[in-house]
């Protein structure tokens, strides 16, 4: 089992950053690709970003190429996410969530699940 805590959300204005940490516990986090997705009120949840195992991979949606980087430091199971000139389009809750495998986009593929922090950007 592995437990997923996100971390950095808040109010902040346009053009401004906010670097989001998702600590691991629980088990190994050897193997695990990770993703980033967030949800608007009255929306679906979208995928954001994602980056493999050995961060040899990263994938983006194309709304935030550009702004956002995601990486992670395996030594202390932690994947972050760098968010620049953020846009009031960005406000949602932020989900961090790890996958054994390959990175993918589909939320489905993904078998834990962090609770989500809110990030709000204020035009």
């Known amino acids: 089992q592995v437990q997923l805590v996100e971390s950095g959300g808040g109010l902040v204005q346009a053009g401004g950053s906010l670097r989001l940490s998702c600590a691991a516990s629980?088990?190994?986090?050897?193997?695990?690709?990770m993703g980033w997705f967030r949800q608007a009120p009255g929306k679906e949840r979208e995928f954001v970003a994602a980056?493999?195992?050995?961060?040899?991979?990263?994938y983006y949606v194309d709304s935030v190429k550009g702004r956002f980087t995601i990486s992670r430091d395996n030594a202390k199971n932690t994947v972050y996410l760098q968010m620049n000139s953020l846009k009031p389009e960005d406000t949602a809750v932020y989900y961090c969530?790890?996958?054994?495998?390959?990175?993918?986009?589909?939320?489905?593929?993904?078998?834990?699940w962090g609770q989500g922090t809110q990030v709000t950007v204020s035009s």
């Open positions: 980056i493999s195992w050995s961060s040899g991979n990263t």
């Open positions: 969530a790890a996958r054994r495998g390959l990175i993918s986009r589909w939320s489905n593929d993904y078998d834990y």
């Open positions: 629980g088990r190994t986090f050897t193997g695990y690709a």
